[in-house]
Every structure is written in C-alpha cells, then in structure tokens.
C-alpha cells in the first residue's frame, strides 16, 4: 500500500510525541512505516532507531543507525548511540572505536545541543572505563604470564600504556629540517657519554656565573623573540621575560660581552662536542625560568641534534615532560633529550629556574653525515643571508 506525503507527516508527528511521553513502542511502529515507504530521510531513521534503542532492541537499533551513517558517517548521535549499544552487549573493544569517533566527529561541530552534551561526556567516561578494564586484563595476563613489567624495561612499559590507550605514540615532528632513519629516543642516558661526569663536576663554578648574572639582568632577554623581517611562529612565550635567555654563543659566534662575564662556562664549554656551524652553531645559553612558569608543548626546529640541560639553579616542583617521559629537574644531574619531540616544562615553585643549555650532534650520525649536514645547514644560513 502506498503512503502519501500527508500521512507520512502525520506518522512522523506521532512518533515524535510517542517519544517525547516515553512510549517508544508507540513511536516505533510509525517510524518503521515511514522508512519502509523508501521516503525517509537521514532523521527518521536515526528516530527508528532512538525508538529500538528505548526498547534495547539492539540489533534493529544498530541497522537504522547503520543507514543513518551511510548518509551521515559523522553524525556523532549516531555514532554515540552504536557505541552505546555495544557497551550493553559488553563489547568493549568494539564500543571504544564507536565512542572515539562520536568525540572526534563531535569536534567538527561549533555547537552542540544540551542533550548530545550529556552523552559525549558519558562517551569521555566510558572511554576511560574500557581503557581501564582493558589494562587491568593485561596486567593480569602479564602477571599470569610471569612477565615482569619492570624487568621488561621502560620501552616496553611505554609500549603497553600506548596499547592501552593511557597515553599516545610521540614522534620526531621538528618545525624546520627532517634526518631519516634516527631512532625516537625521547631522553638519552647521561652515561652514554664521556663528558657529562665532567661537566656535572663544574657546576658550582657555572652556577656562581648564572647567580651574578641574575643579579643585574644585563644581556638578559625573552627567550621567544618575534624576528623583525618574518612572521612569527604562534607561542605561548612570545616575547615574554617569564622565560629568558643569557646566550653565550648566539648563531655560531660567541657573544664576547656576555661570554666575558662567564670564563668557567666558557672553558667548560670548550671540552664538548658542540657542533660548528657557520651562521648557527654553537648554540649554548643560560635558561631562566620565572616562578609558576609553564612552557607549554612544543617541537624544536631539528631532528639532528640533541638538547642538553645542566641544572643550576632548581627550586622543588620543576619538571620537563619529552614525549611520554617526565623527569624530575634536579640541580647538577645532566638531562640529554631529542627535543624535536614534543616536550613542555614547569616551574612550579615560587623561585626561579635556571639552566645551562646547549647543544650536540646526535651520536646515531655518522662523520660522513655530520660533514654534510654540517655543509647543508651552512648554505642555507648563507642563503637567508644572501636574501636578507
């Protein structure tokens, strides 16, 4: 029997009113009646199947919201309640896809209604309940395993709370030049070279030079500084003295004004294996951290070297995060990290931080590559140059 346009609204208007009472076995029948004439459009099935997730009818539920994401794939209602209906047939590793697309298609919407609020922050919830539950089977079947998560070592751990969804790959994303091959390492092991006993056993001298420049201020500046001729790359600290630099050595050359100042940073400096880089290198510096001072998340420009941290001055609660890693910054201990990963850093005390920072060739480049880079990286400080 054919069902006229009129008598489809009419249906449709007493299904919602079914559903606005509660009676979605009401509701049902109508909505059913509509999608079967082949005229309804994306909002009556995802009402027949609001009708047949009432009745926890799941399965009927599922298909009309399976014909809504044929028209709609991120209709984040339906997308929601597919996840929802998974998480009643305790089918979790299934409802998770489900809810994490609902948040993601969510996202692509300026504003959502009040009701759909409700249910996202239910999905949130339920997200971190199966990421839960998930982690503690694998604990257990580590455990039952005999498998010894500290024995197995951090990557392993890291590896595990990336499966169990804690936390997220972190991956070299440096802003300006990419290397191949290097392996993602976010924090190298001071041990693995020969300097840092060394330099650690000068720190007292170092940190005398950082106190008496911290006196006076002088040569001192925003770490972030916008460049007068280019557009600025978006940060938090953008010419803000809350983080602020005394550089030694600036684009290759030493600043003899400010190096002057600090003869036991300079010959301690002398001893590493900075690179030398025309126009660029090295790079070394005193980093000072203003109390309750958060650098917030951010990739370095290369993935070629290694940034390295001698803390002088550390007050408690200061931390540097790089990737899924967080140490603890204690004075004198060296922290070696590739910083093209994204890191971010605290200073949560009510005193100031300071650190000195340089930095080194990453030990995984060959001479051979170090010549080249080093030739690269040359041309194109002279290119900038040249054009400037």
Avoid at 26 to 40: D, L, W
Avoid at 108 to 136: C, K, N, S, W
Wanted: proline content about 7%.
């Amino acid at each position: 029997m054919t069902t006229d346009r009129a008598q489809l609204q009419t249906l449709a208007q007493q299904g919602v009113a079914a559903l606005q009472r509660g009676d979605a076995a009401a509701a049902r029948p109508c909505f059913e009646t509509i999608t079967a004439s082949g005229q309804a459009n994306v909002q009556m099935w995802l009402l027949l199947a609001q009708s047949c997730d009432m009745l926890d009818d799941r399965l009927a539920a599922r298909a009309a919201l399976g014909r809504v994401l044929q028209e709609d794939g991120n209709n984040p209602y339906a997308l929601v309640m597919m996840a929802e209906t998974l998480t009643r047939d305790g089918d979790d590793r299934a409802a998770i896809g489900w809810y994490s697309q609902a948040l993601n298609a969510a996202a692509l919407y300026p504003q959502l209604p009040p009701d759909l609020l409700q249910r996202l922050q239910r999905a949130e919830a339920e997200v971190a309940a199966i990421q839960g539950r998930f982690a503690a089977a694998m604990n257990r079947a580590l455990a039952s395993a005999g498998v010894d998560e500290a024995a197995a070592g951090e990557r392993f751990g890291e590896a595990l709370t990336i499966l169990t969804g804690r936390t997220r790959p972190y991956l070299q994303e440096p802003t300006n030049f990419y290397f191949p091959g290097l392996p993602q390492r976010a924090f190298y092991d001071p041990a693995e070279f020969a300097w840092t006993a060394a330099l650690e056993a000068q720190m007292p001298a170092i940190r005398a030079e950082a106190e008496a420049v911290l006196a006076d201020r002088a040569g001192v500046a925003p770490y972030v500084e916008a460049p007068p001729d280019r557009p600025a790359k978006a940060h938090s600290l953008m010419n803000d003295p809350r983080w602020s630099a005394f550089h030694l050595f600036q684009a290759g050359q030493p600043l003899e004004t400010n190096a002057s100042r600090c003869p036991a940073t300079m010959a301690a400096l002398a001893n590493l294996p900075l690179p030398h880089i025309a126009g660029r290198s090295p790079m070394a510096l005193f980093s000072i951290l203003a109390p309750g001072t958060h650098i917030k998340p951010h990739s370095g420009m290369l993935n070629t070297r290694l940034i390295c941290h001698l803390p002088l001055i550390v007050p408690p609660d200061c931390r540097l995060r790089v990737g899924n890693h967080t140490r603890t910054v204690e004075a004198g201990k060296m922290l070696i990290f590739d910083d093209s990963i994204e890191h971010e850093a605290w200073n949560e005390s009510d005193a100031v931080r300071v650190i000195l920072l340089f930095e080194i060739w990453r030990p995984e480049l060959t001479a051979a590559e170090r010549a080249g880079l080093t030739a690269l990286f040359e041309s194109v400080a002279k290119y900038d140059q040249d054009q400037g």
